[in-house]
């Protein structure tokens, strides 16, 4: 049995939520033949730089562009015409016939898109089983519905949009986004808050300035950098602060020496073990990236928005502010004066982060790997059309 799971790395989402996929397969059905793919073309020199640039030109340059062609009926039409971008079919295409995959998995539309059209027009006999797996918390129009076998929707809302589109019913789950299998166990967190000499009573919130790539945090740095030139006066020592700047190196040694004088704030660079800083913290405080979000509701944490987005990121914060777990303030100061006062506020807090907890579904992985079993083992669940 080989499992092909396509993404793309724009972003750092799509790859992840991939990851966990494996991960999750690997684990079930360990004699399965699991590959993972980026269909993004690579090119010599500048393969790390065109997905920083189509993000920070989406999210950061032309937001309000972006976000109104994404609730546009008429990005299924320009969705169209990328599929038909002969290096990213071609792509695809290979991909296809060198794997020759009895299941393909696509964490985004672009690729999950042209694998229906090539399964399309295969011989039946030869059709593999697609399961699209959608990692943000509203479904886009460049979705596809035809050829695709199943949906792991993320919420019930997303089920909803999918049958009021085509879909049929009983071949779509709301099973979450797939996070990695390490937010189903806390069990080092008290080790960890130890180590960072966190006291009974302490609070602790981790700002993500930045993640695996640069890109998609451009739009948020402004509002970063205003935040930490607040939290390290004296009158905010009271509150741990953890700044994870991710790959970014300018950024994070330009932070650590922001920060150099106050001990209430730490900085790292890349963190291996993200799933535990999460964990740990009582508030994290990020931008609304679907598998980012997601993780932070397996982890029960309160979240404070740095930005409300565009196009996608944009539908993730009004669904985490529509479920009562996500503060936003436009202005760095009174964002932090919102985080100061929830954090001062043990019982809302803590309902607040049950709530997270509820809206969390960190076994999404595991829920998917099955489903991608059970559909292989009993094809008559899907369609071929």
Request: net charge negative; hydrophobic share 45%.
């Given at each position: 049995m080989r499992i092909l799971?396509?993404?793309?790395?724009?972003?750092?989402?799509?790859?992840?939520?991939?990851?966990?996929?494996?991960?999750?397969?690997?684990?079930?059905?360990?004699?399965?033949?699991?590959?993972?793919?980026?269909?993004?073309?690579?090119?010599?020199?500048?393969?790390?730089?065109?997905?920083?640039?189509?993000?920070?030109?989406?999210?950061?340059?032309?937001?309000?562009?972006?976000?109104?062609?994404?609730?546009?009926?008429?990005?299924?039409?320009?969705?169209?015409?990328?599929?038909?971008?002969?290096?990213?079919?071609?792509?695809?295409?290979?991909?296809?016939?060198?794997?020759?995959?009895?299941?393909?998995?696509?964490?985004?539309?672009?690729?999950?898109?042209?694998?229906?059209?090539?399964?399309?027009?295969?011989?039946?006999?030869?059709?593999?089983?697609?399961?699209?797996?959608?990692?943000?918390?509203?479904?886009?129009?460049?979705?596809?519905?035809?050829?695709?076998?199943?949906?792991?929707?993320?919420?019930?809302?997303?089920?909803?949009?999918?049958?009021?589109?085509?879909?049929?019913?009983?071949?779509?789950?709301?099973?979450?986004?797939p996070i990695r299998p390490q937010f189903g166990d806390a069990s080092q967190v008290a080790r960890l808050r130890q180590q960072w000499d966190l006291q009974e009573g302490d609070k602790l919130v981790t700002l993500l300035a930045g993640g695996g790539r640069p890109g998609p945090y451009v739009g948020i740095l402004s509002k970063v950098l205003q935040i930490i030139n607040i939290i390290t006066e004296a009158r905010y020592a009271h509150i741990r602060w953890h700044?994870?700047?991710?790959?970014?190196?300018?950024?994070?040694?330009?932070?650590?020496?922001?920060?150099?004088?106050?001990?209430?704030?730490?900085?790292?660079?890349?963190?291996?073990?993200?799933?535990?800083?999460?964990?740990?913290?009582?508030?994290?405080?990020?931008?609304?990236?679907?598998?980012?979000?997601?993780?932070?509701?397996a982890a029960g944490k309160a979240i404070a928005l740095l930005s409300l987005g565009a196009g996608q990121e944009a539908a993730n914060a009004r669904f985490l502010q529509d479920m009562g777990v996500g503060l936003y303030a436009e202005n760095a100061q009174d964002l932090i004066r919102l985080i100061a006062e929830l954090l001062a506020d043990d019982s809302r807090l803590q309902r607040i982060s049950q709530r997270a907890q509820a809206l969390g579904r960190p076994r999404a992985a595991i829920e998917l790997a099955r489903w991608v079993l059970e559909l292989y083992r009993t094809p008559s669940h899907t369609q071929s059309s």
């Amino acid at each position: 049995m080989r499992i092909l799971i396509l993404y793309a790395s724009i972003g750092s989402g799509h790859r992840v939520s991939a990851n966990a996929i494996a991960e999750a397969l690997g684990n079930l059905a360990p004699e399965a033949e699991v590959i993972q793919e980026d269909v993004l073309i690579r090119l010599p020199a500048i393969d790390d730089v065109i997905p920083d640039v189509l993000s920070a030109l989406a999210l950061a340059v032309f937001p309000g562009v972006y976000d109104r062609l994404w609730s546009s009926e008429r990005l299924a039409e320009l969705a169209q015409s990328v599929y038909e971008l002969k290096p990213i079919r071609e792509r695809v295409q290979q991909l296809l016939t060198e794997h020759r995959p009895h299941v393909v998995i696509g964490t985004h539309a672009f690729p999950c898109a042209i694998a229906a059209e090539c399964k399309a027009a295969m011989p039946a006999a030869e059709r593999y089983t697609l399961i699209a797996v959608p990692t943000d918390y509203h479904l886009h129009p460049y979705w596809p519905v035809n050829h695709v076998d199943a949906y792991a929707a993320p919420t019930y809302t997303a089920r909803g949009e999918l049958i009021d589109r085509g879909f049929p019913e009983q071949q779509v789950r709301v099973l979450g986004i797939p996070i990695r299998p390490q937010f189903g166990d806390a069990s080092q967190v008290a080790r960890l808050r130890q180590q960072w000499d966190l006291q009974e009573g302490d609070k602790l919130v981790t700002l993500l300035a930045g993640g695996g790539r640069p890109g998609p945090y451009v739009g948020i740095l402004s509002k970063v950098l205003q935040i930490i030139n607040i939290i390290t006066e004296a009158r905010y020592a009271h509150i741990r602060w953890h700044i994870v700047c991710g790959r970014n190196s300018p950024i994070e040694a330009f932070v650590r020496r922001q920060t150099a004088d106050a001990a209430h704030v730490r900085v790292f660079g890349y963190v291996d073990d993200l799933p535990l800083h999460l964990q740990a913290s009582d508030l994290v405080a990020t931008k609304p990236g679907g598998l980012i979000i997601s993780e932070c509701l397996a982890a029960g944490k309160a979240i404070a928005l740095l930005s409300l987005g565009a196009g996608q990121e944009a539908a993730n914060a009004r669904f985490l502010q529509d479920m009562g777990v996500g503060l936003y303030a436009e202005n760095a100061q009174d964002l932090i004066r919102l985080i100061a006062e929830l954090l001062a506020d043990d019982s809302r807090l803590q309902r607040i982060s049950q709530r997270a907890q509820a809206l969390g579904r960190p076994r999404a992985a595991i829920e998917l790997a099955r489903w991608v079993l059970e559909l292989y083992r009993t094809p008559s669940h899907t369609q071929s059309s």
